[in-house]
C-alpha cells in the first residue's frame, strides 16, 4: 500500500475536454509537489503547494491543496495533447523529511 | 546550464554481471537522489545524500545494490550481481535541500537478460 495513493491510475480523453486527478493519503504533508513526465524523461516540477486549502493556477492546469493537508487534486480545462504524460505527487510527511511519490496518473488526450 | 547527467542511457546485461550506473548532479545542489521507476512499483526511492554522506537508504532492495558519492560532483549506484528483476528505468535527481524540488536526470534503462 502507498502512502499517497493517486487516481485514476489511467485516463484517455479526447482534446477539449476535462480531466481531474486525485492524490490522497491519511497522512499530513508539509507541502506536496505535483510532477509531469513524458515519455523517455524524467519528472519536471509543475507546482509546489504548502497551505491547507491552496488554490494554484498554471495556465490551464488548477492545483488544490486539501484543508486539513491530506489530499490534493490537479485539474486541467480543455486538455490539449501536449498534456498528455504521467502526473505524479509527491509529498512531504514532516518539515525537512524526504519526499514520497504517489503511483502516477497517466494521461493520454486524444487529437 | 547542464541538467543532471545521467550515463548509460540504456544498458542491456546478462545476469550475473555488475551494472553501474552513474550520475553528476547540478552544480550546487546539497541532495542526491537515486530512483527506481517500473510499471508494477511506480516511483520508488532508493538513497539519498546529503552533502555526499548517505542519509537514508531504507529502499535499497538488497545488498547486491549499493551508491556512492565520492565528492559533490558524481555519484554511482551499483548493482552486484544483477538479476532480471532489477530491470527497470534509474533516475538520479539532485535537488537544493532534500524537500525541494527535484531535478532530474533522463534515467539509465536498464534491461537485465
Known amino acids: 500500500t502507498q502512502l499517497l495513493e493517486q487516481s485514476p491510475q489511467f485516463l484517455s480523453i479526447q482534446e477539449g475536454e476535462n480531466l481531474t486527478v486525485y492524490c490522497n493519503s491519511s497522512s499530513v504533508f508539509s507541502s506536496l509537489q505535483w510532477y509531469r513526465q513524458e515519455p523517455g524523461e524524467g519528472p519536471v516540477l509543475l507546482v509546489t503547494?504548502?497551505?491547507?486549502?491552496e488554490v494554484k493556477k498554471l495556465k490551464r492546469l488548477t492545483f488544490q491543496f486539501g484543508d486539513a493537508r491530506k489530499d490534493s487534486s490537479l485539474h486541467i480545462t480543455a486538455a490539449q495533447p501536449g498534456d498528455t504524460g504521467l502526473y505524479l505527487c509527491?509529498?512531504?510527511?514532516?518539515?525537512?523529511?524526504?519526499?514520497?511519490f504517489g503511483g502516477g496518473t497517466r494521461v493520454l488526450v486524444k487529437p | 546550464d547542464a541538467g543532471v547527467i545521467q550515463s548509460p542511457r540504456h544498458e542491456v546485461t546478462e545476469m550475473g554481471q555488475e551494472v553501474t550506473l552513474r550520475c553528476k548532479p547540478i552544480?550546487?545542489?546539497?541532495?542526491l537522489f537515486w530512483y527506481r521507476q517500473t510499471m508494477m512499483r511506480g516511483l520508488e526511492l532508493l538513497i539519498y545524500?546529503?552533502?555526499?554522506?548517505?542519509?537514508?537508504d531504507s529502499g535499497m532492495p538488497e545488498d547486491r545494490f549499493s551508491a556512492k558519492m565520492p565528492n559533490a560532483s558524481f555519484s554511482t549506484l551499483k548493482i552486484q550481481p544483477s538479476e532480471p528483476r532489477d530491470s527497470a528505468v534509474y533516475f538520479c535527481?539532485?535537488?537544493?535541500?532534500?524537500?525541494?524540488?527535484?531535478?532530474f536526470g533522463e534515467g539509465s534503462r536498464l534491461t537485465v537478460l
Open positions: 535527481a539532485s535537488s537544493i535541500t532534500n524537500t525541494g524540488e527535484l531535478f
Open positions: 509527491a509529498g512531504e510527511e514532516a518539515a525537512g523529511n524526504k519526499l514520497t
Open positions: 545524500f546529503n552533502n555526499n554522506v548517505p542519509i537514508d
Open positions: 503547494v504548502v497551505t491547507g486549502g
Open positions: 552544480s550546487g545542489h546539497n541532495s
